[in-house]
């Protein structure tokens, strides 16, 4: 077995060594490019979440000429101010329109001082009238911003984003509405890029450029001018990974272009940036490759050695067993998976011996418990000789009812403690009968039972003494309440069904109220008893698990009319399978 074992490794692993050599080369740049990508969409993608955070709060801030303020109904609301001068109700060097520009001048030095990476804010009302910060670092042409407003009014957007290729800065110019949506002016805010700048070159990996762009086409931010020669297509997606070539070679283009953000970003990093250090990674692979194999061969022998001497111990332990000998245990040795294989074995070993001594325990336990059970059944004999003997005592007696309630107690008292789980409609109905003609004593001829049975009906199956069950709770629920005199009537029909058998039991007494009604059917259907509803859940438990859905009881009552309990069960006869 040594042998077999060294010789199939030697087969399996030298000669293909240098195959294995060759191959896991390429692999290992597939997968080093594969890391690589993986990792650079991670960056972008998350750099690309900073990017449309840091803009999304500069929209923020220009929005807030809309929301500053609003609660205030005064000169000092900014969009009162322009609402009145977009009307021309603002008389030119009066105090009100000094006060009013003064309000504006205010407010740009405020949104200067709130973000370091403004250069300058302006104003642009609908009147044609421009306001600007007074640390301003440039002042814009009013044509220049007229030409930009009439870009962001026929985009029909709230704003936009301009920038002239290799100029800074970045203009975000976005609307200023009244609460009607009456389009008052523009905000414009002039954007250093040192910001931007810093949050991408942080991210950038050597040789690599990091493009942001607006609306997918616009370079907002392009150091090398990268996007004018290399532009591509993006499409809405989170993020993605292309092989592209241009004309410097290769190319790895990463790109996210999220559909519910008007920013991208794309990543260019050229393929031969990542295969610079491959040649001397191949030669120590090769190198190191052949060294193990030599090494593996020596290893590999002594281990089919290690391997071979135990696993004959287990098979000769295993041999005893088959002739018998239970007891066999193997020494283990070591920690290995031989070890677990010899521990295995001893621990089935001893399964086995403790699995034959419990199946002899198991049957000598069987045997006495059904001692037991026939001794049990002498007590019932006992009571129904009992009942027999006051039946008789009672006729002697000419006492007809009690003898009556004697022959219908043990009636019942037999079909309780006999095996049998299932009987026939008519049984059942008979044993209905036994129980009811006790009621009947007990209410003193005021009880009234009608009762209509279905011949087609009678032999279907039902659970023994599911009926009386029913019929306990018209007494316990429906009946005791009522004061006296009083008088009860219950009605129980059973007709054949389209899928078998249904009997309904009516009564006329107290009813159930709606909640108590919602309740009791909840827990039929999760088949879960509570409170004084044990009887009818065990019968409906006790049909679903014989037979399943659709079968089972189904409730309805009203308050001081009564209730009818409807039982389901199939035509199933006595001797046929369900």
């Known amino acids: 077995m040594v042998k077999r074992l060294l010789g199939t490794y030697i087969l399996l692993i030298v000669l293909p060594t240098l195959l294995v050599s060759s191959v896991a080369y390429y692999l290992f740049k597939q997968s080093m490019e594969k890391e690589v990508s993986v990792s650079i969409e991670r960056t972008v993608r998350l750099l690309n979440s900073e990017v449309d955070a840091y803009f999304t709060d500069l929209v923020r801030l220009a929005a807030s000429v809309m929301t500053e303020d609003t609660q205030l109904d005064d000169d000092r609301n900014l969009l009162r101010i322009l609402k009145l001068r977009a009307a021309g109700q603002t008389v030119p060097?009066?105090?009100?329109?000094?006060?009013?520009a003064q309000r504006i001048d205010h407010y740009l030095n405020d949104l200067l001082n709130q973000k370091r990476d403004l250069d300058s804010v302006y104003l642009y009302t609908a009147s044609g009238e421009l306001f600007a910060s007074h640390r301003s670092d440039e002042r814009i042409d009013r044509a220049r911003l007229a030409e930009m407003e009439g870009r962001l009014r026929a985009s029909g957007r709230e704003w936009i984003v301009e920038k002239e290729a290799g100029k800074e800065p970045i203009y975000l110019i976005r609307k200023v509405n009244d609460p009607s949506h009456r389009f008052l002016g523009s905000i414009v805010l002039s954007i250093g890029t040192e910001g931007l700048e810093g949050m991408i070159e942080g991210a950038e990996l050597p040789r690599q450029d990091i493009i942001a762009l607006w609306d997918r086409r616009l370079p907002v931010y392009d150091k090398t001018g990268r996007w004018k020669d290399d532009a591509f297509e993006l499409s809405p997606v989170r993020i993605r990974s292309l092989n592209l070539p241009f004309e410097q070679g290769g190319t790895l283009v990463t790109y996210a272009s999220p559909q519910q953000s008007e920013w991208s970003l794309a990543a260019y990093l050229p393929y031969s940036a990542l295969t610079e250090n491959m040649r001397a990674v191949r030669f120590w692979m090769l190198a190191a490759?052949?060294?193990?194999?030599?090494?593996?061969?020596?290893?590999?022998?002594?281990?089919?050695?290690g391997i071979v001497k135990p696993i004959q111990s287990v098979r000769n332990a295993m041999r005893k067993m088959e002739k018998g000998f239970f007891h066999t245990r193997v020494k283990v040795r070591g920690k290995d998976e031989a070890a677990e294989l010899a521990q295995g074995f001893n621990s089935m070993?001893?399964?086995?011996q403790t699995l034959i001594d419990h199946v002899y325990l198991s049957d000598l336990a069987h045997k006495e418990a059904e001692l037991r059970a026939l001794h049990a059944q002498i007590n019932p004999h006992f009571l129904y000789n009992t009942l027999e003997a006051i039946s008789m005592v009672a006729?002697?007696?000419?006492?007809?009812?009690a003898a009556e309630m004697a022959r219908a107690l043990g009636v019942l008292f037999r079909a309780a403690t006999e095996f049998e789980t299932l009987v026939p409609i008519r049984t059942e109905i008979m044993l209905l009968k036994q129980y009811l003609l006790l009621q009947e004593i007990r209410f003193d001829g005021t009880l009234r039972v009608y009762w209509e049975v279905a011949a087609g009906a009678e032999g279907a199956l039902v659970p023994k003494l599911s009926l009386q069950t029913i019929v306990e709770n018209c007494f316990k629920h429906g009946f005791a309440p009522l004061k006296a005199p009083r008088s009860a009537t219950i009605r129980v029909r059973v007709c054949a069904a389209d899928q078998g058998a249904s009997i309904e039991i009516v009564d006329d007494g107290t009813g159930i109220g709606n909640e108590r009604l919602h309740e009791l059917n909840r827990l039929l259907q999760i088949g879960a008893s509570g409170g004084d509803s044990v009887?009818?859940?065990?019968?409906?438990?006790?049909?679903?698990?014989?037979?399943?859905?659709?079968?089972?009881?189904?409730?309805?009552?009203?308050?001081?009319?009564?209730?009818?309990?409807?039982?389901?069960?199939p035509g199933e006869r006595r001797g046929e399978s369900a």
């Open 93 to 100: 060097g009066s105090m009100d329109a000094y006060m009013q």
């Open 289 to 305: 490759g052949a060294l193990c194999v030599l090494f593996s061969i020596l290893v590999a022998y002594m281990l089919a050695l």
């Open 349 to 352: 070993s001893g399964q086995l």
């Open 395 to 401: 006729e002697m007696q000419r006492s007809s009812e």
């Open 535 to 569: 009887g009818l859940v065990n019968v409906h438990n006790r049909i679903r698990l014989q037979w399943g859905q659709p079968y089972g009881i189904e409730l309805s009552s009203q308050p001081n009319i009564g209730t009818v309990v409807r039982l389901n069960v």
